[in-house]
């Protein structure tokens, strides 16, 4: 997994923002390499965050952004959605491992076709998209690791600090989801609670690079990743809720999702209609601590002689 110093912060921005990309292009690579192992279960979820992280980083920092071409986003946007279908079976068999204790025998009984139906489609997904990901992704790496190189060798050494860009884009994200939790609520669709989940991750994957030069960067990580599984389990429950819907040999099932989702709103309003705005101020405070100090003054003393001054020195 990529690692960053505080070091980062204080390189020109371009720079930063290209070391970060290629960081996660190479969490990418390395996490490819493994997909045709089907005894690594943790291949895709990790192909899947990599992919993810670097397509935020060449979004938010305009220097990525402006300099990578958009049909190279796009194969980047391509990719990670390919990777859906498996994802979603995967978190649907695991809600039914993990509730199994809570039904009876009969109710099981029941369940069993459906859990069946799930396996089977996980693994034909990830036959299907396995090789066609590493082939797709081998030929955006090998463009995308161009550019970046090429970019970041380019990056003038008088530009503002990494720190001064991550700082201004921080706010700028956490705006945004600020605006979308204010929004949330039970009659909000699925796309909408979906973007809501986006935006915590987008502001936790900006987070971590500054981690090491920023000491509440940790904590609000954190936050952010309780955030974020509130509203993954909003979101997943939907589309489990739609393999469920009008079943009445699963209706304990449907029943049991039903009473998570009532919970995950009640927290959402019991707790982050405050928490919401908190981690806002939160983060804007730590974008201000990180953002470059003026450079001081020189003692009076030091300065430059007035001009009465430099006419007196002259008699």
């Not at 161009?146 to 700082?167: C, I, K, M, N, T």
């Not at 589309?239 to 099932?253: C, F, K």
């Amino acid at each position: 997994m990529a690692e960053f110093t505080a070091a980062l912060l204080d390189r020109p921005a371009v720079q930063g923002a290209c070391a970060v990309a290629l960081a996660y292009l190479d969490d990418a690579h390395a996490a490819a390499m493994r997909l045709n192992d089907r005894t690594d279960r943790e291949a895709l979820h990790d192909f899947r965050v990599a992919i993810r992280r670097l397509r935020v980083t060449v979004r938010a920092y305009p220097g990525a952004h402006e300099n990578v071409p958009k049909s190279q986003r796009s194969r980047l946007r391509k990719l990670a959605r390919a990777t859906n279908p498996a994802r979603d079976a995967e978190v649907q068999i695991a809600w039914f491992n993990d509730h199994s204790g809570r039904f009876s025998r009969a109710q099981r009984a029941a369940l069993a076709p459906i859990r069946a139906r799930l396996r089977a489609h996980r693994r034909r997904e990830l036959a299907r998209t396995q090789q066609k990901l590493q082939r797709w992704f081998g030929k955006v790496e090998r463009k995308l690791r161009r550019r970046l190189a090429a970019v970041q060798s380019d990056a003038g050494a008088r530009e503002a600090p990494f720190r001064a860009v991550a700082a201004a884009t921080l706010v700028q994200y956490a705006d945004e989801l600020r605006a979308r939790l204010e929004t949330a609520s039970p009659s909000s669709d699925a796309r909408e609670l979906h973007a809501t989940r986006i935006a915590a991750k987008r502001l936790r994957y900006l987070l971590e690079p500054v981690e090491p030069g920023l000491s509440e960067a940790g904590p609000l990580v954190e936050r952010l990743k309780n955030l974020q599984d509130l509203f993954g389990a909003l979101t997943d429950a939907h589309e489990l809720g739609t393999v469920l819907q009008n079943r009445a040999d699963v209706a304990a099932a449907a029943g049991v999702l039903r009473a998570e989702v009532a919970a995950s709103f009640a927290k959402l309003r019991d707790e982050w209609s405050k928490a919401g705005p908190a981690l806002h101020g939160d983060v804007e405070a730590a974008a201000q601590r990180l953002r470059p100090r003026p450079a001081a003054k020189p003692p009076r003393s030091v300065q430059q002689p007035t001009r009465r001054r430099r006419r007196d020195l002259t008699v």
